[in-house]
């Protein structure tokens, strides 16, 4: 059965190798059908997709437009779970940055943008225009060596398959880039007006798209959620309990908003505990939650708002706390100093727009019985990821310099 949906794993990566846009109706036959219900969530905060022929545009677009993608196939986890499948994997997307008066144009046209009086960026406060501005320019005139240079930057890919007849086929699939070394690229504020706007958009989406739920569990895992997230953050709710409650004991799959993985109850209690500490309110969105199921298997995605108050002076002082420690780093001083303004102009964009804190991010797991309750066997949190900017994250790689 592995070897099966290796296979599957395989077709697919190859055909981001090739990235032949010839060949997108044969790679949609081979690992979709048409006659069953398919969701994929990419990256960005636009990027819900719904239905063979918007999937079939994101691998379109990534085809044409994205970065060079690799995945780890032989370090992939998969869980089967009798005629469903998860497919969780690592790999990486190659992005080069040029150092020429093309890229200098470019920018200068960004920035001009804020000055037009027409785009949405030119109506934010002075004040957020500034520190916007001065963060994006943190990483475009950070001095270099070279002309340009090539990154492979982490990549997350997550399937659901189930096996219809002799062959598996996706039902489900999330890209996503991890958030290390920055606070996530989507924030919901009144400077922020496409961001609501996306936001909007997307529960509309999920709203219309919901009516077509599994019935047989929707109201029990509606429930299920609904019960989850009244209690994941509450202090009266012990954490072991919780971890107990709502994940199985049995080879759990568990994935953080940045780089961490849970695998064991343990694990899973120590997360619980770090998003205690640091969020103040987790809102999820159980009742547009799209809900799918395959025997007594069920898969799930939805989004919903992550909130944190940071007071300037907090921020200041984080600010200051991380500073602290990049001087016994093991960067060299170059790049020491590159993060150390990075991190001050990250501050104070992020300060410009208030002490509250609203993060959207994405929810998407699979969920089973045991001993007639239901608990997640895979879950992973998500942000959107909307820039890509050379150092930006530290969950990028110098992969190669061309002099």
Known sequence: MKNEINDVLNFFEEAYIQRDVKNIDKFMEVLFDKNENVIVVGTSGDEL?????????????????WGDLRIKADEATIITLGNTAVIYTEGTIKYSFNSNSDTYTRYLGYISEYFNGVSLNSKKTDKVKLTEINWK????????????????????ISFVLIKKQTRWIIRQMQFSLP??????????????????????KETEKLQEYSMNNCQTYNNEIIKFLQEFNMEYLDENSGVGIVASKYFTNYNPLIINTDKGVYSNQ????????????????????YENCLINSNEEVVWIVTHGIMKKVISENKAYENTISTIENLFTSNLDDKDKLFNIRRSIAGTFKENAKGEDYLWPFRFEAVIIKEVDNWVFKYLQFSYPFNWILEGKTDAATVFEKNI
């Open 179 to 200: 958030v290390v070394g920055h606070l996530p690229d989507v924030r919901i504020d009144d400077s922020s007006k496409d961001a609501i706007v996306s936001f909007k």
């Open 49 to 65: 997709c719904i239905g063979y022929d918007e999937v079939k545009n994101i691998f379109l677009s990534d085809w044409e437009y």
């Open 137 to 156: 320019l943190c990483h475009l005139l950070n001095q270099r060596n070279t002309l340009e240079r090539d990154y492979l930057w982490d990549l997350r």
């Open 266 to 285: 343990d694990e899973i209690s120590e997360l619980i505990s770090s998003h205690r500490s640091f969020y103040h309110e987790i809102s999820l969105d």
